[in-house]
């Protein structure tokens, strides 16, 4: 098993350009998050699934945008990009049961400018 | 709300000496608590978690870590350090599995 990956590993915006960030896993998990990490700072949630065709807003969605159109995949949408968004982003998928673990892929670097 | 502190940013530590990093979280209810690490460049790794049973908790790597509901506290410790254990630690908190609450992280660095 792969795990979670996610592509691409680090990418360079321009303000107002917009991106996909991919992530896939291949554990059959229902669960499916994006969190950012800013320096100095925790995850932050920014959105997530409980299965395809259902996602919801996390902590700091505005900015961004999701879909899940099957368990395996859960792209993240950047639009009109701004330096705010600049971070690492880590996708996750857990099973569903209460208190599984959520598995996590090495991120994205993105860095707007 | 639920939130996690962990007071130490930077912690450094002799190699073969022991560690303990701290975390207090703030839950109305019984919570589920995580011990995550995450090494240069990696994405995150489980190393414990908590969520009923037995307070002391025993993970990979040789890590454990304490709930203490009275304290509101979930540190983690590990009795002797390897120059493997230098990364980011962070502890998180949820009501369930999904919409957990990060700290800050605490960065241990381990000197020779």
């Known amino acids: 098993n792969a795990g979670v990956t996610q592509t691409p590993k680090f990418r360079i915006l321009k303000i107002g350009q917009s991106m996909t960030l991919q992530c896939a896993q291949d554990?059959?998990?229902?669960?499916m998050y994006w969190y950012r990490q800013d320096p100095g700072m925790g995850l932050k949630l920014i959105y997530y699934?409980?299965?395809?065709?259902?996602?919801d807003k996390g902590e700091v969605p505005n900015g961004y945008n999701v879909s899940r159109s099957t368990t395996e995949d859960f792209p993240l949408r950047l639009e009109l990009a701004a330096p705010s968004q600049t971070s690492v982003y880590f996708c996750?998928?857990?099973?569903?049961?209460?208190?599984?673990?959520?598995?996590f892929g090495p991120g994205t670097r993105l860095l707007v400018l | 709300a639920q939130s996690v502190t962990q007071p130490d940013i930077h912690i450094t530590v002799s190699e073969g000496a022991s560690l303990e990093l701290r975390c207090n979280y703030s839950?109305?209810?019984?919570?589920?608590l995580f011990w995550y690490v995450q090494s240069p460049g990696q994405g995150l790794q489980l190393l414990l978690k908590?969520?009923?049973?037995?307070?002391l908790v025993q993970g990979i790597k040789g890590f454990e870590a304490e709930f203490k509901r009275s304290q509101s506290s979930f540190n983690l410790r590990k009795p002797s350090v390897h120059w493997s254990d230098a990364a980011e630690y962070f502890c998180?908190?949820?009501?369930?599995?999904?919409?957990?609450?990060f700290g800050a992280g605490t960065t241990v660095t381990v000197r020779a």
């Open positions: 996750a998928s857990s099973y569903e049961q209460r208190g599984e673990t959520q598995y």
């Open positions: 554990m059959n998990h229902n669960y």
């Open positions: 699934s409980v299965g395809a065709g259902i996602t």
């Open positions: 839950y109305g209810a019984t919570p589920y």
């Open positions: 908590y969520f009923s049973g037995d307070t």
């Open positions: 998180a908190v949820g009501p369930n599995d999904y919409k957990l609450s």
